[in-house]
T-cell receptor, first 116, second 114 residues
Framework: NAGVTQTPKFQVLKTGQSMTLQCAQDMNHEYMSWYRQDPGMGLRLIHYSVGAGITDQGEVPNGYNVSRSTTEDFPLRLLSAAPSQTSVYFC???????????????FGDGTRLSIL | AQSVTQPDIHITVSEGASLELRCNYS??????LFWYVQSPGQGLQLLLKYFSGDTLVQGIKGFEAEFKRSQSSFNLRKPSVHWSDAAEYFCAVGAPQGTYKYIFGTGTRLKVLA
């Protein structure tokens, strides 16, 4: 049981490039989310999904796209990378959306992204 | 608006000393509260959670937390800190009713002196 798997672990991009951060979970969780972590700012929610085909914005969605074609996968796309997107990105999942309030999230190990 | 405050950005304790990390929340209803730990280069791992019932909850790695409704607090404690406890700790409130957004505090970084 791998839990939440994020790839790549590290990435360096040039300004203006695009890329996709991959996230997969094998726990059949309905809820998946993407956060970015910056020093002194904790975790900020970028986008989330409550099931295949359903996504919504978090608090910092600009510059990022997501899709959820399967229960397992929830990729995050940077459309045109900017230095302000240099951060550590975490994907997380939790079980049924009916009881999301009392369900802890399971986190991947993160992707460390640098934009030059 | 709901919020979670961790007033201490950094805390340094000696190995073997006791530890208390503070967490205050602002939430209209009964909160669902979590503490997570993040070791360097790792994702967040759940330490413990509180939903209802006994206000003192036990977690993994010898940690416990006490829910105090009157103070809107959920402080994390450990009687004797080990060097391996050096990490960043996050308090969180489970997604408020009607939303799907968890609320995290900004974290407290713990340093342990040998």
């Amino acid at each position: 049981n791998a839990g939440v798997t994020q790839t790549p672990k590290f990435q360096v991009l040039k300004t203006g490039q695009s890329m996709t951060l991959q996230c997969a979970q094998d726990m059949n969780h309905e809820y998946m989310s993407w956060y970015r972590q910056d020093p002194g700012m904790g975790l900020r929610l970028i986008h989330y999904s409550v099931g295949a085909g359903i996504t919504d914005q978090g608090e910092v969605p600009n510059g990022y796209n997501v899709s959820r074609s399967t229960t397992e996968d929830f990729p995050l796309r940077l459309l045109s990378a900017a230095p302000s997107q240099t951060s550590v990105y975490f994907c997380a999942s939790s079980s049924t959306i009916d009881s999301i309030r009392d369900q802890p999230q399971h986190f991947g190990d993160g992707t460390r992204l640098s934009i030059l | 608006a709901q919020s979670v405050t961790q007033p201490d950005i950094h805390i340094t304790v000696s190995e073997g000393a006791s530890l208390e990390l503070r967490c205050n929340y602002s939430y209209g209803a009964t909160p669902y509260l979590f503490w997570y730990v993040q070791s360097p280069g790792q994702g967040l791992q759940l330490l413990l959670k509180y939903f209802s019932g006994d206000t003192l909850v036990q977690g993994i790695k010898g940690f416990e937390a006490e829910f105090k409704r009157s103070q809107s607090s959920f402080n994390l404690r450990k009687p004797s800190v080990h060097w391996s406890d050096a990490a960043e700790y996050f308090c969180a409130v489970g997604a408020p009713q009607g939303t799907y957004k968890y609320i995290f505090g900004t974290g407290t970084r713990l340093k342990v002196l040998a």
